[in-house]
């Protein structure tokens, strides 16, 4: 069993940044990624951004040049570094970790809430 760890949400004004990290109970090298996914109320959940053990990044389209995914294999993290804000970003997310692509082995943290508003 893997535990991840999410931590770094709260509330900001738009415009404003966060960072947030996710602290995996294993060594994440050896997952194929490790993801960000966000819910919003009333949406299914979706893809912010992952990053293969290779260091390949993927975003959506929406986050694209706000957000940056990172990885610390020696401190088994990985962090979503969101800038530029927008309301639009409130929502639950989550930590993920694939173990195989194209198969749903995988790990899920509990969440953390992240609130855009002035």
């Known amino acids: 069993q893997v535990q991840l760890e999410e931590s770094g949400g709260g509330l900001v004004q738009p415009g404003g940044s966060l960072r947030l990290s996710c602290a995996a109970s294993?060594?994440?090298?050896?997952?194929?990624?490790m993801g960000w996914y966000r819910q919003a109320p009333g949406k299914q959940r979706e893809l912010v951004a992952d990053i293969t053990s290779g260091g390949s990044t993927n975003y959506a389209d929406s986050v694209q040049g706000r957000f940056t995914i990172s990885r610390d294999n020696a401190k088994n993290t990985v962090y979503l570094q969101m800038n530029s804000l927008k309301p639009e970003d409130t929502a639950v997310y989550y930590c993920n970790a694939l173990v195989t692509p194209g198969s749903d082995w995988d790990y899920w943290g509990q969440g953390t809430q992240v609130t855009i508003s002035s």
């Open positions: 294993r060594t994440i090298f050896s997952f194929y990624s």
